[in-house]
């Protein structure tokens, strides 16, 4: 039986993070002038948009981004054409949208009655793209906890739990003061984990990969972890925090990662 089930990772999909096209959503319209659309989308902090012909009309032609309106000399709106615009379906799995924003800003979606809304790198910050990364963390945790507590003997565990967090060392100390029956490796946060499990035999090559592609591979992973797990902290700005934003190119990469990670992990040691 398996320790993670691949079907929770497809719990969410593109839909639950879309902008839905409509009366609600901030147009540019083939009819303004372009510094006027550059105003409109800098007014309301606004990256991309959606292009129509003609104001309040519904029928999309494209979209444009802010930054390709303020580097146009043409008075003329300049923008993407539907044609040459990526569309998936609104039940496409994040995997899917992942890979479509690591090549293009936005992503149009489409359901039973054609175009419904649409996907821009800033939506990667919603609830369900949180969610998405926050089940994908916790699995990780979960196979490199159960890898540990299998594998490795207990007293490096405990030398990692003296090592690791000084809060966590001191609820192990206290469990243990209270005679409480508990498994050290649970208190172990992800960084510990990520390198005490390089002590189970055969680990490089289990994943066919070296100690130096495993750190850098699960560098940025501990920056990812410590930002999903607090909603107050951008994914994909560092307006509120100091640390680099995480672009979807980085994770698609993160999520793909994790998941492979999981799969080889559970098929060598797990099953």
Same mark, same amino acid.
Request: net charge negative; with cysteine.
């Given at each position: #039986?398996? &320790?993670?089930?691949?079907?929770?990772?497809?719990?969410?999909?593109?839909?639950?993070?879309?902008?839905?096209?409509?009366?609600?959503?901030?147009?540019?319209? &083939?009819?303004?002038?372009?510094?006027?659309? $550059?105003?409109?989308?800098?007014?309301? @902090?606004? %990256?991309?948009?959606?292009?129509?012909?003609?104001? +309040?009309?519904?029928?999309? $032609?494209?979209?444009?981004?802010?930054?390709? &309106?303020? /580097?146009?000399?043409?008075?003329?709106?300049?923008?993407?054409?539907?044609?040459?615009?990526?569309?998936?379906?609104?039940?496409?799995?994040?995997?899917?949208?992942?890979?479509?924003?690591?090549?293009?800003?936005?992503?149009?979606?489409?359901?039973?009655?054609?175009?419904?809304?649409?996907?821009?790198?800033?939506?990667?910050?919603?609830?369900?793209?949180?969610?998405?990364?926050?089940?994908?963390? *916790?699995?990780?945790?979960?196979?490199?906890?159960?890898? *540990?507590?299998?594998?490795?003997?207990?007293?490096?565990?405990? /030398?990692?739990?003296?090592?690791?967090?000084?809060?966590?060392?001191?609820?192990?100390?206290?469990?243990?003061?209270?005679?409480?029956?508990?498994?050290?490796?649970?208190?172990?946060?992800?960084?510990?984990?990520?390198?005490? $499990?390089?002590?189970?035999?055969?680990?490089?090559?289990?994943? @066919?990969? @070296?100690?130096?592609?495993?750190? #850098?591979?699960?560098?940025?992973?501990?920056?990812? +972890?410590?930002?999903? #797990?607090?909603?107050?902290?951008?994914?994909?700005? @560092?307006?509120?925090? %100091?640390?680099?934003?995480?672009?979807?190119?980085?994770?698609? #990469?993160?999520?793909?990662?994790?998941? &492979?990670?999981?799969?080889?992990?559970?098929?060598?040691?797990?099953?």
């Amino acid at each position: #039986m398996r &320790l993670i089930d691949p079907k929770i990772f497809r719990t969410f999909i593109a839909g639950h993070v879309q902008t839905k096209l409509g009366s609600g959503v901030t147009y540019v319209s &083939l009819s303004e002038s372009r510094l006027s659309a $550059v105003e409109k989308l800098t007014l309301q @902090n606004f %990256d991309f948009a959606p292009v129509v012909t003609k104001p +309040r009309d519904t029928n999309v $032609v494209g979209w444009v981004s802010l930054r390709q &309106l303020q /580097q146009s000399t043409s008075e003329q709106i300049v923008f993407n054409s539907l044609s040459n615009s990526i569309i998936i379906s609104r039940e496409s799995s994040f995997t899917d949208l992942l890979s479509h924003l690591a090549k293009t800003p936005f992503v149009f979606l489409a359901g039973d009655d054609g175009l419904q809304g649409f996907i821009v790198p800033s939506d990667l910050d919603k609830h369900a793209a949180r969610s998405h990364f926050y089940l994908l963390a *916790c699995g990780l945790e979960l196979v490199l906890s159960e890898l *540990c507590a299998s594998q490795i003997n207990s007293q490096k565990i405990i /030398q990692a739990i003296e090592q690791g967090d000084e809060k966590q060392h001191k609820r192990y100390l206290l469990a243990i003061s209270k005679g409480i029956d508990t498994s050290p490796v649970s208190y172990l946060y992800l960084q510990s984990l990520l390198r005490l $499990v390089s002590n189970v035999p055969n680990f490089y090559s289990s994943l @066919n990969i @070296n100690q130096s592609q495993w750190q #850098m591979d699960t560098r940025r992973l501990i920056a990812l +972890r410590n930002v999903i #797990m607090h909603n107050n902290l951008s994914l994909t700005s @560092n307006e509120d925090h %100091d640390k680099e934003p995480f672009s979807p190119e980085e994770l698609a #990469m993160h999520a793909h990662f994790i998941e &492979l990670t999981i799969e080889k992990l559970t098929e060598k040691y797990l099953l």
